[in-house]
């Protein structure tokens, strides 16, 4: 793509722009020189998980960590009802996002639930804590270390209460001989912290805390890049959508130049300027019309495939987009959204894409919405195909590990922006700009 390091030209870029501002006021152009400290929303913190037995501490350990009373603390087995999410930041390691879970020895109908939930949970954090104290390691460990492991996540064991009960080294080597990366024994009362958050920082995932740049490989220093954001009935009162404003911030940091416009002024910006973008990006629900606007040697994507490629599992979903040909009458299509936004009459997960995939296959499909990270209530296998949302209101490993699902059972999965496209016939045009580590793969499905 178009690098341009010379000053001087980006200049003239500069004011041609700011001469834009004033003859068209439809245009926002923003432009930033300096290198800024990346800021995460919250989704993007990591996402630590307390787990163990009822009492053990957990959540006076989370008030520890937060060095503020955050979560009630009682000798009552079971004041933790649901996974709490806590944010703050730890002194010397950053924000994050704290899960509290109710203890995994629950009993009767309602402890069988809070349980459930606590298992849940293990989905959505990229490293866990389980609180033991009593030097026990039985079947409640066994199963939370087994849970765990199968979804990948990294844990530390915390012997807690140590000043009542020392652990023993017997049970100090049991514990390490189940690969856990480090047992600590640890005090509310007078443990040392400042160890466990190191160790907390040794364990967490590098992954769970750096920010890779949403456009860095597509785009570089004093690169033009349009951004088409409707503004229409599902568009949010006075402020832009998250992936909208990731982009903005992501174009800023790699000192380009953004340009944001809607769809109905593209023409003229283009006529007007003669500016050629290094990259255009659209709302993936008006795809066509900035397919038709943006001529052909500009790279045009969207938001959606962006973050699907940032973010989702990029290589399955274009293993799966083109299964949307093999789709037959009665198959079941689940779509998963990552938030929980107002439902709009022509809402993209429930109305437009059902539709859109319905014409475009001229078969009788069944579709299901589930959003946030509600538990999908069919068997994943009663569906033909998976389509996952940018999934901007979520963390990675809780995308990832929601989509594992489906790609384990052999479920075809792919994007929303992906499947847009593709039933619009502009698949090979959206995602070419991510194919340099692709690169085969797509031409044999178009
Ligand atoms: N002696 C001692 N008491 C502790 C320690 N940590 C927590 N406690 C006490 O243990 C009791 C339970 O603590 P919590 O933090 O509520 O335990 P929890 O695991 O969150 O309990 P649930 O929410 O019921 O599952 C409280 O009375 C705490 O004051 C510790 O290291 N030593
Ligand atoms: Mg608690």
Known sequence: MNKKSDRFFIAIQLSHCYRLICNHCNVIVLYYFCLFTRTMGRERHPHIGIFGRRNNGKSSIVNQLAAQDIAIVSDTAGTTTDPVKK????????????IDTAGIDDVGELGKKRVDKTLQAIRLVDMAILVTTNNELDTFEHNLIAAFEKQDTPYIIVHNKSDLCTLQEGVLKA?????????????????DTEHLIQTIKQTIPESAYTTPSLLGDLIGYGDIVLLITPIDIEAPEGRLILPQVQAIRDILDNDAICVVLKEKEVDTFLKKTAIKPALAITD?????????SIPKDIPLTSFSIILAHFKGNFASYIDGTPKIDTLKNGDRVLLLESC???????????????????????KELHYDV????????????????????????????????????????????TNYGMAIAYVHGIYHRAVAPFMGNHGSDVVDYL
Request: proline letters at 3%; charged letters at 15%.
């Open 87 to 98: 944010s703050f930041e730890i002194t010397g390691f950053g924000p994050v996002v704290l």
């Open 175 to 191: 514990y390490s001989a189940t690969a856990a990366h480090a047992v600590l024994s640890f005090s509310t009362l007078n443990g």
């Open 284 to 292: 993936s629900q008006i795809f066509l019309k900035a397919d038709a």
């Open 340 to 362: 929980t936004h107002h439902v709009s009459c022509d809402d993209i997960g429930r109305v437009k894409i059902p539709r859109w995939l319905s014409n475009y296959c001229g």
């Open 370 to 413: 589930v959003s946030g990270l509600d538990k999908v209530g069919r068997s994943i296998t009663d569906y033909a195909l998976v389509i996952q949302c940018g999934g901007c209101m979520i963390t990675r490993k809780q995308l990832h590990n929601r989509l594992n699902i489906a790609i384990d059972a052999g479920v075809p999965v």
